[in-house]
C-alpha cells in the first residue's frame, strides 16, 4: 500500500499545512504549475516526488519535468498532465493519451477546481486536486491524500486552506 499527497497550481508557494498534512504520505505528486524550482526541491527533499510541467512552468522545470506522465503504483496504472480536463470536456491532446494508455486513473490540474469524478466510459478515476497556491481565482487552496492498495484507489482526504 502506498499513500499518495497529490497537489497542483502550488505556483512559486508552499506553506508548512501542506507538509503537515504529507507528512504520512510515501510519495507526493505534483500535477504542474509548480512555479518554482525551489518549491520542487523543497517536495523532492521531503518526499519522493512525481510531477509534470505546467503552462507557467519555465524552462528549468520543463527541463525537470515531462507534460504527461505515465507510470505504475501499485496495480493501478497513472496518467498525470496539467491541462487535462474531465469527463466528456477533455484537452484534445490528453484525450489522444487517454485512448493510447487506457490508464486507471488520471490526474490533472490547471482548472483551480477540485474534482474527482468517475469516467464511466473510459473505466477510470478522474482527480483534480484544485490548487495549492496564493496565485488565482479560487477562495479556498486544496490538495488531496489517499492510499492506493493493490487496484484499489481508497481513503481520499481533502485539505481546504483558507486563502487569507
Keep these: ?37 525551489a518549491v520542487a526541491e523543497q517536495l523532492s527533499a521531503f518526499r519522493p516526488l512525481r510531477a509534470v510541467y505546467g503552462n507557467i512552468d519555465g524552462y528549468e522545470l520543463r527541463r525537470m519535468f515531462p507534460e504527461f506522465l505515465s507510470f505504475d503504483c501499485e496495480e493501478v496504472k497513472i496518467l498525470m498532465t496539467h491541462i487535462g480536463g474531465y ?8 484525450a489522444t493519451r487517454l485512448l493510447a494508455e487506457k490508464p486507471n486513473l488520471f490526474i490533472c490540474g490547471h482548472s483551480h477546481i477540485l474534482k474527482i469524478m468517475f469516467d464511466w466510459t473510459r473505466q477510470m478515476l478522474c482527480v483534480n486536486p484544485g490548487a495549492a497556491g496564493q496565485f488565482g481565482f479560487h477562495t479556498v487552496r486544496t490538495l488531496l491524500r489517499f492510499e492506493i492498495d493493490a487496484k484499489n484507489i481508497q481513503a481520499m482526504e481533502v485539505l481546504e486552506i483558507s486563502r487569507s
Excluded at 499518495?4 to 505534483?30: K, Q, V, Y
Aim: glycine share 8%.
Design 87 to 94: 469527463p466528456n470536456r477533455y484537452d484534445p491532446r490528453a
Design 1 to 37: 500500500m502506498k499513500k499518495i499527497g497529490l497537489l497542483s497550481d502550488t505556483h512559486g508557494w508552499l506553506d508548512a499545512r501542506i507538509m503537515n498534512f504529507f507528512e504520512p504520505c510515501d510519495e507526493i505528486w505534483h500535477a504542474g504549475d509548480i512555479g518554482s524550482v
